[in-house]
T-cell receptor
Framework: GQQLNQSPQSMFIQEGEDVSMNCTSS?????WLWYKQDPGEGPVLLIA?????ELTSNGRLTAQFGITRKDSFLNISASIPSDVGIYFC???????????FGTGTSLTVIP | DTAVSQTPKYLVTQMGNDKSIKCEQN?????MYWYKQDSKKFLKIMFSYNNKELIINETVPNRFSPKSPDKAHLNLHINSLELGDSAVYFC???????????FGPGTRLLVL
């Protein structure tokens, strides 16, 4: 199956700092999704991206569909303690009919 | 109001037992999935059903058998449980095979 690599694997940041993470693939994708998994819960959709170069925001979160269509980025501004969790990207290849999930980025926010 | 629900939330059992996990979605979706999340938090797809038909069956031991009695339900039965089956199992659903997936709260399975 497709491999989606997320970077970094984990982050420890101070409250108030900005966060950046990315997801890369070896092939071209048509759709990118970003999910957040709170501790003890299931992943919840944050942002969906459908077009190369697209930039979409959801509150303090901004995600971008990479221009090469092989990557996507998620930024969180002014982090707060409730941002803690695991962030997953998911991508739909242009030749496929199922989503593939990234390896996850674990975020810890220190108050 | 819960869109995708799973029962039970926690399951502790002995090796060798047979157990089932149930999933229901009230979103009117056609496609449902089972994922396994291991201790490293990787989400690995196990099965996918579209309109009650199996469409994805990843390399999973045949001790795992999904059953979809109707479009709104996808249950997972596990025979002869092994220690390595301990994980969190997530059910998800989507309106189509290439559409956004919505996840349930997970079932935490511990095999002793």
């Amino acid at each position: 199956g497709q491999q989606l690599n997320q970077s970094p694997q984990s982050m420890f940041i101070q409250e108030g700092e900005d966060v950046s993470m990315n997801c890369t693939s070896s092939s071209i994708f048509n759709t990118w999704l970003w999910y957040k998994q709170d501790p003890g819960e299931g992943p919840v959709l944050l942002i969906a991206l459908y077009k190369a170069g697209e930039l979409t925001s959801n509150g303090r979160l901004t995600a971008q569909f990479g221009i090469t269509r092989k990557d996507s980025f998620l930024n969180i501004s002014a982090s707060i303690p409730s941002d803690v969790g695991i962030y997953f990207c998911a991508g739909l290849p242009n030749t496929g009919n199922q989503f593939y999930f990234g390896t996850g980025t674990s975020l810890t926010v220190i108050p | 109001d819960t869109a995708v629900s799973q029962t039970p939330k926690y399951l502790v059992t002995q090796m060798g037992n047979d157990k089932s996990i149930k999933c229901e979605q009230n979103l009117g979706h056609d496609t449902m999935y089972w994922y396994k999340q291991d201790s490293k938090k990787f989400l690995k797809i196990m099965f996918s059903y579209n309109n009650k038909e199996l469409i994805i069956n990843e390399t999973v031991p045949n001790r795992f058998s999904p059953k979809s009695p109707d479009k709104a339900h996808l249950n997972l039965h596990i025979n002869s449980l092994e220690l390595g089956d301990s994980a969190v199992y997530f059910c998800a659903s989507s309106s189509g095979r290439a559409e956004t997936q919505y996840f349930g709260p997970g079932t935490r399975l511990l095999v002793l």
